[in-house]
């Protein structure tokens, strides 16, 4: 079977796009077209309907689709003035609006593409060359979206989709996504009971419970243990600072639209922090450096709030409460390609720890196209950029670049990974800035005696740890391994008989540091394996009058798996070497 390339996909979901508005104005003529752009994972349209549309609609507008798809209508486009255009669009709104714009910015010529002789629509294109290479779609869901994104705009029913080359293709991403339900991290994350996001709080604003915090503690017992061996110094900083902190540091300029307004203080306007890196700037300058001191590694597991629109706001993994795994180095000009590699083998360590197969990194650069954008001049980012292709070179690293990625302050390798059902996540990152050192006037004494101008470098491995851990909820399905799990294992007694027996093996893996639980209680032991395999805990650990006689235990795996007739001891011993080691794996 012939695989289909990403770019013939992409014109394949553009194509179903256009399909999908001609659909929608076969059966609703009076609809008001808005956008309909191929997405990564398929394709939407924006509409503004004179009606409410439901989930329901969507088979009668999907048989429509194969109506227009059966009928092999060509697409192609024509170049016409925006006049011309604005006339061809005279009845919808958001097409003149496009037009005009496009005029503004002196386009002479609009281009339209044409499904056969009935249906036109704005657009640059590709497209496939008939509506009958559509060979398999699906209309997944509606939403609601803002025209132009912006809550001030009249808001438009977006309606998603997906196209593929043949139905086994379509066949296969639709159970993906059966699958990505059941791992939601949102509906997990309430059944295993991690967080907690109260509207009475706010919202994106964050409550890890009792479960999640034991999972977070863990993953920051691993941090600070693993960049205390790698020579970082941790520090505690503040929530909040004078404003100019982050005018200096070029945020208030840069990065307003993610940032809290100003509170005022003793008559001065302090922030939220939404980064660190003023702290830290701080942190370097409350004594002398010199050459002899660099790098200087400060790290700090620390909070930060950031405005995310509304709209952006999902579960774990957008939030306006984050907490980094934060540090910057600060070295010395001919050491940066070093440490850079330095922070690049323990973010791969990391990955291999939580059992992170698949990833690969994206080289995110300066918009060129927009440079006001971004802090410094030409010479410093291109040498910031050096810094990093060496480093890369050095290691023989593969990566793509990505234009407009860059921090405003400096170029950076992002982490790309990719989960148990294939799909790509952006989480940590490591940034060479020239900027920040400059604009804070941080220095250290070299060997002959004069003042430098130390090398910065940003990095947070993980991202956050908010969504980080929203990640891992849905790589692993809830099914944390042994480490992070919060409850490593229940014991449950058969019978009341075999409680005082439960209650002893409870008390001796608990003073061994192992997270237990005892369920005494007078459900069935069915009802109780039950519930623990719903809790996805590791072990579940039954005893019986044959186990209290001989002094064993009978070990259930969360794979099903029966170790039956073992000792505690033995069991204790295994245990807490696979909970040492941070081992993915059960028993064998």
């Known amino acids: 079977m012939k695989k289909t390339n990403s770019s013939y996909r992409e014109k394949l979901n553009h194509s179903a796009a256009h399909i999908l508005a001609q659909a929608v104005l076969n059966l609703y003529p009076d609809t008001k077209l808005g956008i309909g752009p191929a997405i990564k994972d398929g394709f939407y349209y924006d509409f503004q309907f004179s009606q409410k549309i439901t989930e329901k609609e969507l088979k009668e507008i999907s048989r429509e689709m194969k109506k227009i798809i059966a009928q092999n209508l060509p697409f192609h486009q024509k170049l016409v003035s925006p006049s011309q255009a604005l006339k061809i669009f005279s009845q919808q709104p958001f097409k003149k609006e496009l037009i005009q714009e496009l005029s503004a910015e002196g386009n002479k010529k609009v281009s339209l593409f044409f499904t056969g002789k009935n249906f036109v629509d704005l657009c640059r294109g590709p497209h496939v060359k008939t509506t009958g290479e559509v060979k398999a779609f699906a209309l997944l869901k509606i939403a609601g979206a803002y025209w132009k994104g912006n809550e001030k705009n009249p808001m438009l029913t977006r309606i998603y989709g997906v196209a593929f080359e043949n139905k086994k293709q379509l066949k296969d991403y639709l159970a993906r996504l059966e699958e990505a339900k059941k791992r939601d991290h949102r509906l997990l994350g309430k059944q295993l009971e991690i967080f907690t996001i109260p509207q009475e709080v706010g919202p994106g604003l964050l409550l890890w419970l009792p479960n999640g915090a034991i999972i977070r503690r863990e993953i920051e017992n691993l941090i600070f243990e693993e960049q205390t061996k790698r020579g970082y110094q941790h520090v505690y900083s503040p929530h909040i600072g004078r404003k100019k902190l982050w005018v200096t540091s070029g945020h208030w300029d840069l990065y307003r639209d993610k940032m809290y307004a100003p509170m005022k203080i003793d008559e001065e306007e302090y922030l939220v922090k939404p980064m660190n890196c003023p702290f830290h700037m701080m942190v370097y300058k409350s004594k002398p450096r010199s050459w002899r001191d660099l790098p200087l590694r400060i790290a700090e597991i620390a909070s930060v709030y950031r405005y995310e629109q509304p709209g952006e706001l999902s579960g774990m993994v957008r939030v306006r409460y984050i907490t980094q795994d934060d540090a910057h180095i600060f070295c010395r000009p001919e050491q940066t390609v070093d440490e850079f590699l330095e922070v690049f083998d323990y973010i791969t360590f990391l990955l291999k720890v939580f059992a992170i197969k698949k990833y690969h990194f994206r080289l995110s650069l300066r918009d060129p196209q ?219």
């Open 370 to 588: 927009n440079k006001k954008k971004y802090l410094g001049n030409d010479k410093i980012w291109e040498e910031a950029e050096n810094k990093i292709i060496t480093a890369l070179e050095k290691k023989g690293v593969s990566y793509f670049k990505a234009e407009g990625e860059a921090a405003f302050y400096g170029p950076k390798l992002d982490v790309i990974i990719e989960d148990a059902l294939g799909r790509e996540w952006q989480c940590g990152t490591i940034q060479v800035d020239f900027m920040l050192p400059q604009r804070f006037n941080l220095e250290y004494t070299n060997k002959k005696g004069e003042k430098e101008q130390p090398v910065l470098i940003h990095r947070a491995p993980l991202g956050s740890l908010e969504r980080w851990v929203g990640i891992l909820i849905e790589h692993y399905g809830g099914a944390f391994p042994i480490w992070l799990a919060p409850v490593q294992v229940k014991v449950l007694p058969i019978s009341e008989k075999q409680l005082e027996y439960a209650q002893k093996i409870t008390a001796s893996l608990r003073e061994k540091g192992i997270r237990v639980q005892l369920d005494g209680s007078n459900q069935t032991l069915s009802y109780r394996i039950r519930q623990g395999e719903i809790q996805k805990i590791p072990f579940l650990v039954i005893v019986g009058q044959k186990e209290e006689e001989t002094e064993t235990i009978t070990i259930r795996q969360r794979n099903g798996k029966n170790i039956p007739g073992r000792s505690l001891s033995w069991f204790e011993e295994k245990l807490s070497r696979l909970i040492k080691e941070r081992s993915p794996q059960l028993l064998k």
